[in-house]
């Protein structure tokens, strides 16, 4: 395999986990890492946020990855993924189990080179990322446990740098979590009625579409409440709380966008609103620290 066929295969390889979908969660892993800092009266070491960032790049590599090979069969049964990566035969089933092997040595090292802390919670997160590949086969509460993996992101960060928890912490690691649970459901409503024919489990294919809204928008009202609730003790103040109202009105018209009768614009919402999402709460939040 010459320089060129390398560099396509591993084009494809970022593809089949969209690596570019990293920005959803890497904001709220710098805003840990703002949280911490703040916590802590001092900036980190560039080593640290460096480590930080490769742990973070090779959980989520490690996380898509195993979900792509453990779903490759419900993919290649479902139209709307038929056509992804493993069950069209772009990547075959040992590239991908390399692949993931990779990011997981990737993860463990940079856990190992943050603190011992971080190394020894390493493989409990790492078994988050296999239960949430499985949940679609034995509960509903899969988006739950996929927005505990995200959550992880900005607590994983501050124990990176302190080595304990805090509150400011455990309040954006909660918000996250029902961030990512409810916009995991908007995008469970594509599979509503594959998923009810396969007996497969989502929230949609067990509350339907219509209760299924309300559950997203009770989440994502959950998400301000616990964003504003980062505010005490953290030192962030008014730069940050404008940030939150920003990210109120976002969310508002992410849920103008998609209706349970037209999914036409789920992918702006998914993709784009969220991306905003996150980029926008992290921006509001390092401004606030330097100011």
Not at 154 to 182: C, K, M, N, Q, T
Request: net charge neutral; aromatic share 14%.
């Amino acid at each position: 395999m010459d320089k060129g066929q390398v560099f396509d295969k591993i084009k494809t390889l970022l593809e089949m986990i969209k690596f570019s979908h990293t920005v959803f969660a890497f904001p709220f892993a710098l805003m840990g890492v703002v949280l911490a800092s703040l916590a802590s009266g001092k900036a980190p070491g560039f080593g640290q946020v460096f480590w930080i960032c490769v742990a973070m790049v090779g959980a989520r590599t490690a996380a898509m990855g195993l979900n792509r090979l453990i779903d490759a069969r419900i993919d290649a049964d479902n139209p709307r993924t038929a056509d992804r990566h493993i069950p069209a035969g772009k990547v075959s089933i040992m590239e991908a189990v390399l692949f993931v092997l990779a990011a997981l040595i990737l993860f463990f090292f940079a856990a190992w080179m943050l603190n011992p802390l971080c190394f020894k919670l390493a493989p409990i997160v790492v078994g988050f990322f296999v239960l949430y590949a499985y949940c679609k086969r034995f509960t509903h509460f899969a988006h739950l446990v996929l927005g505990i993996c995200l959550a992880a992101a900005p607590i994983g960060a501050w124990v990176a740098l302190r080595g304990d928890l805090g509150w400011p912490v455990l309040s954006l690691g909660v918000a996250v979590l029902f961030w990512v649970s409810g916009f995991d459901i908007f995008y469970a409503l594509q599979d509503y009625e594959f998923d009810v024919e396969h007996g497969l489990h989502s929230v949609p294919s067990r509350l339907g579409k219509e209760k299924s809204f309300l559950l997203v928008r009770i989440f994502h009202g959950l998400m301000l409440f616990f964003l504003l609730l980062v505010l005490p003790g953290s030192g962030l103040g008014w730069i940050y709380f404008t940030g939150v109202i920003v990210v109120a009105c976002l969310l508002v018209y992410e849920h103008l966008l998609v209706k349970p009768d037209d999914l036409s614009k789920l992918d702006a919402a998914f993709f784009n609103m969220n991306g905003y999402i996150s980029i926008t709460i992290f921006a509001f939040t390092l401004v606030d620290a330097i100011v």
